[in-house]
T-cell receptor
């Protein structure tokens, strides 16, 4: 049973460029969340997708957008890259939210994005 | 907005010593989770606490949720080198249970 997978592992871009990161959730999971983790910081929630729609969004500008496909995989797109976008981008999956609290999330290995 | 702070930020301990990290939220949490992130790795779920005053144990790890559900702690007894990593607490963010807010993290270094 494969866990959460992400691609690519590493990526180097220059300011102003656009980037697309990909995530495949753990088998049986239909909800995908994206996080940005700057060096030495905790993960920051970007947004969450299920049923192919963005359901919740953190405090990130519109330059950050996403998509979820019918097979539950997801993409994170970042436009007009800034130096401050350099970070580890983590994808996490979980079964659909069904109760009054969170369920365990399974994180992928992340994509290390460097913006020069 | 909601803030989740952890102290200490860093902790160096001699192998065999105990370790505790504290998590404090600016708002009441319906539940709290703990994650461990090894150097160069990704967060791995450890446990979830739901009830006020709840205490859960996993071998040498003891997790506690405060009575007011605004704070939590993780205590490791007799640390081992395998305990090295950063420990994060996380809870539902303001504005929706799906918006997870992670704490600032405590980085643990164990000296053999």
């Amino acid at each position: 049973d494969a866990g959460v997978t992400q691609s690519p592992t590493h990526l180097i871009k220059t300011r102003g460029q656009q980037v697309t990161l990909r995530c495949s959730p753990k088998s049986g999971h239909d909800t995908v969340s994206w996080y940005q983790q700057a060096l030495g910081q905790g993960p920051q929630f970007i947004f969450q997708y299920y049923e192919e729609e963005e359901r919740q969004r953190g405090n990130f500008p519109d330059r950050f957008s996403g998509h979820q496909f019918p097979n539950y995989s997801s993409e994170l797109n970042v436009n007009a890259l800034l130096l401050g976008d350099s970070a580890l981008y983590l994808c996490a999956s979980r079964p659909r939210f069904r109760g009054a609290w969170l369920d365990e999330q399974f994180f992928g290995p992340g994509t290390r994005l460097t913006v020069l | 907005g909601q803030q989740v702070m952890q102290i200490p930020q860093y902790q160096h301990v001699q192998e065999g010593e105990d370790f505790t990290t504290y998590c404090n939220s600016s708002t009441t949490l319906s539940n709290i989770q703990w994650y461990k992130q090894r150097p160069g790795g990704h967060p791995v779920f450890l446990i979830q606490l739901v009830k006020s005053g709840e205490v859960k144990k996993q071998k040498r790890l003891t997790f506690q949720f405060g009575e007011a559900k605004k704070n939590s702690s993780l205590h490791i007894t007799a640390t081992q080198t395998t305990d090295v990593g950063t420990y994060f607490c996380a809870g539902p963010g303001s504005g929706g249970y799906q918006k997870v807010t992670f704490g600032t993290g405590t980085k643990l270094q164990v000296i053999p």
